[in-house]
């Protein structure tokens, strides 16, 4: 599978984007998809997982938690990361994952080394 984020950019507090992650290779319905980030200096951070698209099966870190969310068109083979109320703390590389194995597909696994197929990163800067 490769995975290819796109849709990161400059925006002022407050703003939002649309993060957008394109599969190939194979279908991505049977996956668990997350997003992680990593600012500069810093560890790769968990931001959001999902399994199905019905709301009980997402999970978001507690610091996107209302102001982000995470959708996938398996139709289109593609998921989404709409993040709203951007603050300069969200700066950093957003990365897309993909995690084939079932046995943790409805984990919503926050680890970085559940995931096996990882996109190259969009870059999201938050300033005034």
């Known amino acids: 599978v490769q995975l290819q984020a796109s849709g990161g950019g400059l925006v002022q507090p407050g703003g939002s984007l649309r993060l957008s992650c394109a599969a190939s290779?194979?279908?991505?319905?049977?996956?668990?998809m997350g997003w992680f980030r990593q600012a500069p200096g810093k560890e790769r951070e968990f931001v959001a997982a999902?399994?199905?698209?019905?709301?009980?099966?997402?999970k978001y870190a507690d610091s996107v938690k209302g102001r982000s969310t995470i959708s996938r068109d398996d139709a289109k083979n593609t998921l989404y990361l709409q993040m709203n109320s951007l603050e300069p703390e969200d700066t950093a590389v957003y990365y897309c994952?993909?995690?084939?194995?079932?046995?943790?597909?409805?984990?919503?696994?926050?680890?970085?080394?559940?995931?096996?197929?990882w996109g190259q990163g969009t870059k999201v800067t938050v300033s005034s």
């Open positions: 999902i399994a199905l698209s019905s709301s009980g099966t997402k």
């Open positions: 290779g194979r279908p991505i319905g049977s996956y668990l």
């Open positions: 994952a993909s995690e084939p194995r079932r046995s943790v597909f409805y984990s919503l696994s926050d680890k970085v080394n559940d995931y096996r197929y």
